[in-house]
């Protein structure tokens, strides 16, 4: 069933549960009892996101009373997404890039005229927890990898925290590791906001305060993941996207802005020089990852929640994963448009694949219009802000290649380049500490190289270059509805 979403029915999603309400209606919800939250919740998880399943809410978990639940694969599916973006839900891949290109840059534009909205009360005040009562392994924390450290609470978190300097307020996702009842590691890695944050009030002696929410509107989730300029909240874009403003409470220790209508927040302070060692865990790459040093400690002071609370959580670990599409979708549109903003015409689509964790495998599709665009349209790619972090290839495909179609593109590859001609190295481009080869050889520095593919026919024998051997579009389109009950149904 499909849902059309129109303006004034995207307001009514206020909270998590009104959006799995939205995706149960489109049939993509699917309720899991009895799991196990020792890696069972994580290994089903990460068999549903093989097959492209459902989100799954997680209920009555072993050891845990049922209404204690979890929800994974938010944001795995076309419609999914597109309803988080409160766009409908009647979306393919393309088409969800498209209707995405330029609206991050909007966004961000309108973010000055929505600030977070201060409430006295929200349902996250239902259970307030102080002192001695807190406990975070009331809530089922799942072990989601067999070989991770721990019970990772924080996978799809929304971060909280403000600058000491300026009172900006930065919203994150950042891996957290339970320690004991009472605290968590926090993994920020060098460079990102919060740690910027972090490190400018540790200069100055003073604990670190944030505020962690679990359970949330994924729209939240999403939006903490992707890059937002540096001073801008995430609250003023969340409420750009929504076109009204973020409900926000103060909590009750750090005053900081709490989503009003989470399911569970957790509050407290880092304090300078209090660490701790954390992991491995099951990174978005695919392989576990280390910390290289200790990592600081969360001290929980206070935890909210609402009745019957549910825990988002986004495993990361072999692609396809928990919020790989998600990352995939975004960074296309915003691959696209800063391909064309750099003065690269003819471009058809992009898509950054969900096997290289929307980083290392960049594709680009093109109209070819002159020698070398091809060549052009992939070192753009390569080295453009969205692009440039962490990546390992990119493929520049001829129009009537779909590239979110990893068959199509590689049939492309096979047929259309010759390696010794159309293959360019990149060399000491930006790489990550996260990658695989990186800590497998323990380099200094992460840098890394790129390869640059042209899977374009040849543009000096275009006229030349052989038709494909497939049938007219429209008669094939034809065929699939008069022999459906065969072909079965493409909707």
Same mark, same amino acid.
């Given at each position: 069933?499909?849902?059309?979403?129109? @303006?004034?029915?995207?307001?009514?999603?206020?909270?998590?549960?009104?959006?799995?309400?939205?995706?149960?209606?489109?049939?993509?919800?699917?309720?899991?009892?009895?799991?196990?939250?020792?890696?069972?919740?994580? +290994?089903?998880?990460?068999?549903?996101?093989?097959?492209?399943?459902?989100?799954?809410?997680?209920?009555?978990?072993?050891?845990?009373?049922?209404?204690?639940?979890?929800?994974?694969?938010?944001?795995?599916?076309?419609?999914?997404?597109?309803?988080?973006?409160?766009?409908?839900?009647?979306?393919?891949?393309?088409?969800?890039?498209?209707?995405?290109?330029?609206?991050?840059?909007?966004?961000?534009?309108? @973010?000055?005229?929505?600030?977070?909205?201060?409430?006295?009360?929200?349902?996250?005040? =239902?259970?307030?927890?102080?002192?001695?009562?807190?406990?975070?392994?009331?809530?089922?924390?799942?072990?989601?990898?067999?070989?991770?450290? %721990?019970?990772?609470?924080?996978? +799809?978190?929304?971060?909280?925290?403000?600058?000491?300097?300026?009172?900006?307020?930065? #919203?994150?996702?950042?891996?957290?590791? !339970?320690?004991?009842?009472?605290?968590?590691?926090?993994?920020?890695? /060098?460079?990102?906001?919060? $740690?910027?944050?972090?490190?400018?009030?540790?200069?100055?002696?003073?604990?670190?305060?944030?505020?962690?929410?679990? +359970?949330?509107?994924?729209?939240?989730?999403?939006? &903490?993941?992707?890059?937002?300029?540096?001073?801008?909240?995430?609250?003023?874009?969340? +409420?750009? !996207?929504?076109?009204?403003?973020?409900?926000?409470?103060?909590?009750?220790?750090?005053?900081?802005? !709490?989503?009003?209508?989470?399911?569970?927040?957790?509050?407290?302070? #880092?304090?300078?020089?209090?660490?701790?060692?954390?992991?491995?865990?099951? =990174?978005?790459?695919?392989?576990?990852?280390?910390?290289?040093?200790?990592?600081?400690?969360? =001290?929980?002071?206070?935890?909210?929640?609402?009745?019957?609370? !549910?825990?988002? %959580?986004?495993?990361?670990?072999?692609?396809?994963?928990?919020?790989?599409?998600?990352?995939?979708?975004?960074?296309? @549109?915003?691959?696209?448009?800063?391909?064309?903003?750099?003065?690269?015409?003819?471009?058809?689509?992009?898509?950054?694949?969900?096997?290289?964790?929307?980083?290392?495998?960049?594709?680009?599709?093109?109209?070819?219009?002159?020698?070398?665009?091809?060549?052009?349209?992939? /070192?753009?790619? &390569?080295?453009?802000?969205?692009?440039?972090?962490? %990546?390992?290839?990119?493929?520049?495909?001829?129009?009537?290649?779909?590239?979110?179609? /990893?068959?199509?593109?590689?049939?492309?590859? #096979?047929?259309?380049?010759?390696?010794?001609?159309?293959?360019?190295?990149?060399?000491?481009?930006?790489?990550?500490? @996260?990658?695989?080869?990186?800590?497998?050889?323990?380099?200094?520095?992460?840098?890394?190289? $790129?390869?640059?593919?042209?899977? #374009?026919?040849?543009?000096?024998?275009?006229?030349?270059?052989?038709?494909?051997?497939?049938?007219?579009?429209?008669?094939?389109?034809?065929?699939?509805?008069?022999?459906?009950?065969?072909?079965?149904?493409?909707?």
């Amino acid at each position: 069933m499909v849902i059309e979403t129109r @303006a004034p029915e995207r307001l009514r999603i206020r909270d998590l549960r009104d959006w799995i309400e939205v995706v149960d209606r489109a049939g993509e919800l699917r309720v899991v009892e009895g799991a196990d939250w020792n890696q069972e919740i994580g +290994g089903i998880t990460e068999l549903n996101n093989r097959q492209k399943g459902p989100a799954l809410l997680f209920d009555g978990i072993k050891g845990y009373p049922p209404g204690q639940r979890i929800i994974t694969g938010t944001m795995q599916s076309p419609a999914r997404l597109a309803a988080t973006l409160r766009l409908g839900t009647d979306f393919d891949n393309q088409r969800l890039v498209q209707a995405l290109r330029g609206k991050p840059q909007a966004w961000e534009q309108a @973010a000055k005229d929505y600030p977070p909205l201060y409430v006295d009360h929200g349902p996250i005040f =239902e259970n307030v927890l102080r002192g001695d009562e807190v406990d975070l392994t009331r809530f089922p924390v799942p072990l989601w990898h067999e070989k991770d450290g %721990g019970r990772y609470i924080g996978t +799809g978190d929304f971060v909280i925290s403000r600058d000491p300097e300026n009172g900006w307020v930065n #919203c994150g996702t950042y891996r957290m590791m !339970i320690h004991d009842a009472r605290s968590t590691s926090i993994h920020i890695i /060098l460079g990102k906001h919060g $740690r910027q944050q972090m490190e400018r009030t540790f200069k100055s002696g003073q604990p670190f305060p944030m505020a962690v929410s679990l +359970g949330h509107d994924p729209l939240l989730y999403l939006v &903490s993941g992707v890059e937002i300029p540096y001073g801008l909240s995430e609250y003023n874009y969340i +409420g750009a !996207i929504l076109g009204e403003p973020v409900r926000v409470v103060r909590g009750e220790v750090t005053g900081l802005p !709490i989503p009003a209508d989470a399911e569970i927040v957790l509050e407290g302070w #880092c304090r300078p020089g209090v660490v701790k060692n954390e992991g491995p865990f099951g =990174e978005f790459a695919g392989y576990y990852s280390y910390t290289e040093a200790p990592v600081p400690v969360f =001290e929980v002071e206070r935890v909210y929640h609402r009745n019957n609370p !549910i825990q988002v %959580g986004s495993p990361p670990g072999r692609p396809p994963h928990d919020y790989s599409y998600s990352k995939a979708v975004m960074r296309s @549109a915003m691959l696209h448009d800063a391909i064309e903003k750099a003065g690269v015409p003819g471009v058809q689509g992009c898509w950054c694949d969900e096997v290289g964790g929307s980083r290392m495998l960049l594709v680009v599709a093109i109209q070819q219009r002159y020698p070398g665009h091809a060549r052009q349209a992939a /070192l753009v790619a &390569s080295q453009c802000h969205v692009g440039a972090y962490f %990546g390992r290839y990119v493929i520049v495909v001829d129009d009537d290649i779909d590239p979110s179609n /990893l068959n199509d593109v590689m049939w492309a590859v #096979c047929t259309r380049s010759d390696p010794e001609r159309d293959i360019d190295i990149i060399r000491r481009a930006w790489g990550s500490k @996260a990658d695989p080869l990186h800590l497998t050889m323990n380099q200094r520095l992460p840098f890394n190289s $790129r390869a640059i593919i042209d899977a #374009c026919r040849p543009y000096d024998y275009l006229e030349e270059f052989p038709p494909v051997a497939e049938g007219d579009p429209e008669y094939l389109a034809q065929l699939q509805v008069k022999w459906g009950d065969v072909l079965g149904s493409t909707a």
